[in-house]
């Protein structure tokens, strides 16, 4: 069965602190990656994705994203958060061969003014 | 001008009522879609329609029935609902299976 792991439930940290969240999936084979974030009462949105090409993906907000094909990974990270940056943030995997996209459980990050 | 639409925002009903979602996309996609977001904020896939035919129908019960009309819209239609129910109900829509997905403001379900 498909799984993806996000290993931080809960993350609190100080404005200008850097983040990292962790995200592992449990299969091989050609993987589309999704960072998802949501605000505080609002849907989901895109942060930022991976198809192909360069490993070292940006996106929105000063957030980037690093896929490691060996350790069936895809971190993301901000370098200097903000207290608006306080939201659940969800890892997301679409393998082709089951034609779904799988979240993992997701981690509230509280970034503390 | 919202890109995928739900309605309503809030429904409130009591256990073994009959109720529906509408979901709307003006983006011009081919796939929709429908989650569900536990009181956990997990988000697990419930139905998948690609050019208005079902592709992915996640073990959810038979009293969860998907609709699409046309291209642009996909409602859900639950009978005779229950506490376990109750819910954060999202849809979304992607160009193609695999794309990036546009969600909707989401539906919060109370079944009392």
């Known amino acids: 069965a498909q799984s993806v792991s996000q290993h931080n439930h809960h993350v609190i940290l100080s404005e200008a602190a850097s983040l990292e969240l962790g995200c592992n999936y449990s299969y091989g084979g050609t993987v589309n990656l999704f960072w998802y974030v949501q605000y505080p009462g609002q849907h989901l949105q895109l942060l930022l994705k991976?198809?192909?090409?360069?490993?070292l993906v940006k996106g929105i907000k000063g957030f980037e994203a690093e896929f490691i094909k060996s350790k069936f990974s895809f971190n993301l990270r901000k370098p200097s958060v903000q207290w608006s940056d306080t939201a659940e943030y969800f890892c997301a995997v679409f393998k082709a061969a089951g034609n779904k996209l799988t979240f993992g459980g997701g981690t509230r990050v509280l970034v503390k003014p | 001008d919202t890109a995928v639409s739900q309605t309503p925002k809030y429904l409130v009903t009591q256990m073994g009522n009959d109720k529906s979602i509408k979901c709307e996309q003006n983006?011009?996609?081919?796939?929709m879609y429908w989650y569900k977001q536990d009181s956990k904020k997990f988000l697990k896939i419930m139905f998948s329609y690609n050019n208005k035919e079902l592709i992915i129908n996640e073990t959810v019960p038979n009293r969860f029935s998907p609709k699409s009309p046309d291209k642009a819209h996909l409602n859900l239609h639950i009978n005779s609902l229950e506490l376990g129910d109750s819910a954060v109900y999202f849809c979304?829509?992607?160009?193609?299976?695999?794309?990036?997905?546009?969600f909707g403001p989401g539906t919060r379900l109370t079944v009392l």
């Open positions: 991976y198809f192909s090409g360069d490993p």
């Open positions: 983006l011009g996609h081919d796939t």
């Open positions: 979304a829509s992607s160009q193609f299976l695999g794309d990036t997905q546009y």
